[in-house]
């Protein structure tokens, strides 16, 4: 693995690396243990579009291994704002860290970036492309909770609901989930942002059982997991601006839980959640019901995004043994 710039380098082999190396790491993501096995090393940390999770759990990640960053946060705050190029940009910054993070918001940019460089970069998000990082740590997430519960994947189903077309986690996840066929996939989007087709028919010839349905009205109650969406209006042309209101028949709230799904369905969402009321995005009703697992989707960045990390700069096999206890 030299980049992370899509699910599609990462084979199944290479999938359950990274989820092991994750577990090893979780005693440094809870503060129970530290190490400084990438003492010295560097990591350029670079968003050119807005986050909060992403960007401080790979700067909390890399920290943690003991290495250094350099954020740069937004276009004003980088020399591209004086016309500079993505490839003279990379080239520049492939002299200065040993490791780059990017966020960007035009699709196959990071891959245009990461072909400059002679770095491992790390692809936080390329419009609406790709988010590997997130669907790795989404994965680990379902896959902790299912051993909680006794549950399997292969016998997993999974509804994606929400914005299908521009949300770039739904993208790299249902590849990702792709590589544990045999599955079942559910997808509910509002009229003019379902999931592209091209990517349906991949993963349905993968093996993966992909249903569509126009709403959530009926009964859901074999969905093992509800993974929802923001709504990306930024991405939208001027007139489905226009034109386009969310109604709360895509809501995922308590009542939807309660009435449609089961007792021991979860509720994933990337985050962030549009909290204006308008927006009808994943409902605060949830907060404090077990079965919201948002919270601890986040909390799983840090640990997976460690795992990309050791492994991309191949430190996976020293951190064993360089475990102390914290002083602190
Ligand atoms: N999930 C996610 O990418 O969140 P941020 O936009 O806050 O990084």
Not at 62 to 88: H, I, N, P, Q, W
Not at 239 to 259: C, G, I, K
């Amino acid at each position: 693995m030299s980049h992370l710039l899509s699910i599609d380098s990462l084979s199944r082999d290479d999938i359950d690396h990274l989820m092991r190396v994750a577990g090893q790491m979780e005693p440094i993501a809870q503060r129970r243990k530290i190490t400084r096995v990438l003492e010295g090393a560097v990591l350029g940390n670079l968003f050119f579009e807005a986050s909060t999770r992403t960007r401080v759990s790979f700067h909390a990640a890399f920290s943690r291994l003991g290495g250094s960053v350099c954020d740069t946060t937004g276009f004003t705050f980088s020399s591209m704002a004086k016309g500079e190029s993505l490839y003279d940009t990379s080239r520049v910054m492939s002299g200065y860290c040993d490791a780059i993070v990017m966020r960007h918001p035009d699709q196959g940019s990071v891959a245009e970036f990461a072909a400059a460089t002679h770095v491992p970069v790390i692809n936080a998000g390329d419009g609406p492309g790709e988010h590997p990082s997130q669907a790795l740590l989404d994965f680990y997430t379902i896959d902790k909770e299912f051993a909680l519960q006794g549950k399997t994947l292969q016998d997993a189903h999974v509804l994606m609901t929400g914005d299908l077309k521009y949300g770039r986690t739904v993208h790299s996840l249902i590849k990702l989930l792709a590589r544990y066929a045999p599955m079942r996939i559910t997808l509910v989007a509002p009229p003019g942002l379902e999931m592209p087709h091209h990517l349906i028919e991949r993963v349905s010839r993968q093996g993966l059982t992909v249903g569509v349905r126009e709403s959530l009205a009926g009964d859901f109650s074999d969905v093992d997991v509800v993974y929802t969406t923001r709504i990306q209006k930024e991405r939208f042309t001027a007139e489905m601006s226009e034109s386009f209101n969310l109604s709360r028949d895509f809501t995922v709230d308590r009542a939807f839980l309660d009435s449609r799904c089961n007792a021991s369905t979860i509720v994933m969402h990337p985050l962030p959640r549009d909290s204006r009321p308008e927006a009808n995005d994943l409902d605060v009703d949830l907060n404090g019901d077990p079965r919201l697992a948002i919270f601890r989707q986040t909390d799983n960045g840090i640990p997976v995004r460690m795992a990309i990390f050791a492994t991309l700069l191949e430190v996976e096999e020293h951190i064993e043994r360089d475990l102390r206890d914290v002083p602190w």
